[in-house]
């Protein structure tokens, strides 16, 4: 039947049908199945692959630095002062070098039997071959017993074989120099801070390890030089992630245990933790050297520890309260950092986003419970405000989830809505909008503009409070801040639930001039600080109105800004007789025409939709803190650091 529906003759489909792909062939042809995809992760993940394999010579003890650098052409390179890649002959192969075999076949290596890495990050032994496949040149020089070799190869093919270039009597290691094929990633390019972040994490895993950055290419912001060593390992790492924020621990609970002298196997786990109101909690976690974003055993290992050891400390000081605890309540201001090596794990995947070793999660749970059930005894302070801000959470978790079920057993749950509201007819949330404007003034032309249907408007008076420049009791009592909660049908903070979300769009519609870029500021902190989740899910947007509109005749051409303006007056209308040229000073000075053709007409309208995008956990949390936060010196020092980047400013 199905060859009827493709047209197919059955007698079509034989031996003939069956294709053999070589090694290099299938990886161009399914790049998805070893490198997740043909986007800007996985550009950036070949990178990775070449410098995880220095890593693995580097936590052999074999290798004390190893240097990243970006070339102008695009090109980068990752050389090491490792033991070098073996040049000779293979036994199973003796025409081809065991350098050709590793870059030209896949399942190969030095990383399946455990005799040269007793822990590896490289372990399906496709790193390097796949790196060579993508790329459309790749050249490697090793230096070996005074020696040094190179061969190149473009697309997974060698372009000669591998030759001897002189002597090297003080150089050793290898020199894999590679350039990303375009006809996989297209216009795709290795960007440097995305890459230093990534040399730098590095170094921060294996304190024992000196990682040199370099580029060529100037992008304003990263620096072109730069050398990491962390002695402090993941503890100098987490400092650095939260940067100045409040903590309840003076000092994060970290430390390493060596799993050779704790259960006689090769391998250690590394760790740093600490709780923080500032800002959301997260966990970045490794598994030898190679980040594992789905995290995995070696996560859940730690986060029983963890939870285990607040409870048991709880029962010690007789607080009762502590059974409430669950792992939910510990992730949500907890910031954690877990790194294990251990010796053959498995991922799941070759890009190897989760860890699926079952004995991780026993090795790293036994490991750091006693360091943990340890440290909370010794620093009682710390340990006290941890627990206090813990049964916090489970309260407010037990809250709201009593909360859901009364609410799902009243059949009829009157709302109560601000009067200032003009709410849509329609029930659904899906298809609603609210828009959020400024003044009455504009609600009155918004109320024109409107579909009545889908379309909600609620007036703010002024610029509402800023919620981090202000005191936490101001939230709950400011009239703006708790309209604009009423009409959402949502609560702030912890007891925010986004099932509760009463429009599909939230728009915030502001004038188009500094003041409204200002009150558009003030909202979207209130949104990313107290509603995350909102943002996060896509419902919140920024509508573009014009500054200006000009008419020549019938003519009519809405512009956004001084620079729109000056380029349509250049190049003109196309019409006949004088361009006006209006400036609105605000939305309310819009006709509802106007304003509705321009800004709220979804067959019209341009919106912006706010999104987060974080490269590494907490960085947009630190830029909202420093710009919007309670220290103006931090601030002012932001604008220091950026004023070079500031051609022009149209006053």
């Known amino acids: 039947m199905s060859d009827l529906l493709s ?179 297209g216009a795709l390019t290795l960007k440097p801070g995305r890459l230093l972040k990534m040399a730098r994490s590095k170094a921060y895993l294996f304190s024992g390890v000196e990682i040199r950055w370099k580029t060529e290419i100037d992008d304003g912001e990263t620096p072109t030089t730069a050398t990491f060593k962390f002695p402090g390992g993941l503890s100098d790492y987490l400092k650095e992630s939260l940067g100045g924020s409040t903590t309840y621990a003076d000092a994060p609970f970290a430390g390493q245990v060596s799993f050779v002298e704790k259960f006689g ?23 030898n050297t190679v980040p594992t974003p789905e995290g995995g055993t070696h996560e859940a290992g730690f986060w029983s520890a963890i939870l285990k050891g607040i409870k048991a400390y709880g029962e010690r000081i007789n607080n009762r309260k502590t059974v409430n605890i669950t792992r939910e309540d510990l992730t949500a201001g907890g910031c954690a950092l877990v790194s294990c090596f251990i010796r053959e794990p498995e991922f799941v995947g070759q890009t190897k986003d989760r860890l699926a070793t079952v004995d991780a999660q026993r090795m790293v749970d036994a490991a750091v419970r006693d360091h943990f059930d340890n440290w909370l005894a010794a620093d009682t302070r710390s340990a006290g405000a941890i627990l206090d801000f813990l049964i916090l959470r489970s309260e407010e978790r037990l809250r709201r989830k009593q909360e859901k079920e009364t609410a799902r057993k009243t ?22 909008e609210l828009f959020i404007v400024e003044g009455d ?69 502001t004038d188009a001039d500094v003041d409204g870029a200002h009150i558009a500021s003030l909202l979207m902190t209130f949104f990313f600080t107290q509603m995350r989740p909102l943002i996060d899910a896509g419902h919140l947007y920024l509508a573009c109105p014009p500054l200006y509109r000009l008419t020549q005749g019938a003519l009519r051409v809405y512009v956004s800004d001084e620079a729109e303006k000056n380029r349509v007056l250049e190049k003109g209308l196309g019409g006949r007789g004088k361009i006006d040229l209006q400036r609105f000073k605000g939305l309310g000075e819009m006709d509802a025409a106007d304003l509705k053709s321009t800004t709220m007409d979804p067959a019209t309208r341009k919106l912006i939709r706010v999104t987060v995008a974080d490269e590494e956990p907490g960085e947009t949390s630190d830029l909202v803190e420093r710009l919007m936060g309670k220290k103006p010196e931090l601030r002012f020092a932001y604008i220091q650091e950026n004023a070079r980047f500031v051609e022009e400013l149209d006053v």
């Not at 090769?266 to 490794?286: H, L, M």
């Not at 059949?411 to 609603?432: F, I, S, V």
């Open 7 to 185: 047209g197919a003759s059955p007698d079509s489909y034989n031996a003939a049908s069956i294709q053999v792909l070589e090694d290099m062939e299938h990886v161009r042809l399914r790049p998805g199945m070893y490198i997740g995809g043909k986007d800007d992760r996985a550009l950036h993940h070949m990178v990775a692959e070449i410098i995880d394999n220095s890593m693995d010579e580097a936590v052999a003890g074999h290798a004390t630095w190893i240097e990243v650098e970006l070339h102008a052409n695009g090109h980068v390179s990752v050389r090491d002062n490792g033991r070098g890649i073996p040049i000779d002959p293979h036994p199973k192969d003796p025409s081809k070098s065991a350098l050709e075999i590793i870059f030209c076949t896949l399942n190969a290596g030095g990383k399946f039997s455990g005799d040269s890495y007793s822990t590896s990050g490289g372990l399906h032994g496709v790193g390097s071959s796949v790196v060579n496949a993508l790329s459309d040149h790749l050249r490697v020089e090793v230096a070996r017993g005074k020696e040094l070799y190179a061969m190149e190869f473009s697309r997974g093919i060698p372009q000669g074989a591998l030759a001897r270039i002189g002597a090297a009597p003080n150089r050793r290691g290898t020199n894999v120099t590679f350039h990303p094929d375009p006809d996989i990633f």
């Open 265 to 287: 196997v090769p391998g250690k786990v590394e760790w740093a933790i600490n709780w923080t109101p500032a800002r959301d909690g997260f966990i970045q976690s490794y598994c």
């Open 411 to 432: 059949a009829t749950k009157k709302l109560r809505l601000p009067g200032k509201l003009t709410d849509c007819t329609n029930k659904e949330r899906k298809g609603t």
């Open 441 to 509: 003034s504009a609600g009155g032309s918004g109320k024109g503009a409107r579909d009545r249907k889908t379309q909600a408007l609620l007036p703010l008076k002024g610029k509402i409070l800023n919620v981090l420049g202000a005191a936490s009791g101001k939230l709950t009592t400011n009239q703006e801040i708790s309209d604009l909660c009423e009409a959402l049908g949502v609560g702030m903070g912890t007891r925010f639930n986004l099932d509760d979300l009463r429009y599909d769009k939230v728009i915030i519609m």
